[in-house]
């Protein structure tokens, strides 16, 4: 038995929230449209399977509820800063390789936006 793929599934009350937030600020495609539920992805790219468990989210931070890594943090952050979204923690550089920041999603989600140096 092999693992093929691990899925967040986070209940919503208003879809299309989640499409202004991950597919229109953040770039991802809905790959998966149901009415009830959505699944984005990042179009052509093929993903390691991860998991993590934390007691906290690093210097101290709060744990996220998810990681999302990208090609280009700043514009990232300029997108989020252009959506009126407040940044909860950095821009920052941290020890172990990355730099990041945190925002809340339309639903309260932490979410940790990183790019590896």
């Known amino acids: 038995m092999a693992v093929k793929r691990i899925v967040s599934n986070f209940a919503v009350t208003d879809i299309a929230k989640a499409k202004a937030f991950y597919e229109d600020i953040l770039g991802l495609a809905t790959v998966m449209d149901h009415g009830w539920i959505r699944t984005f992805a ?3 790219e ?3 399977t991860q998991v ?4 906290e989210g690093g210097s101290g931070t709060a744990v996220p509820d998810m990681s999302i890594e990208v090609d280009d943090l ?3 952050l300029g997108r989020m800063t252009a959506a009126g979204i ?3 923690y950095g821009p920052t550089d941290e020890p172990w390789g ?3 920041f945190y925002v809340r999603d339309p639903f309260g989600k932490l979410v ?3 790019e590896h140096k």
């Open 46 to 48: 093929t993903m390691t």
């Open 42 to 44: 990042a179009a052509g």
């Open 86 to 88: 407040e940044i909860e």
């Open 112 to 114: 940790n936006i990183l």
């Open 74 to 76: 700043e514009e990232t």
């Open 98 to 100: 990355v730099r990041r």
């Open 52 to 55: 993590n468990f934390a007691t």
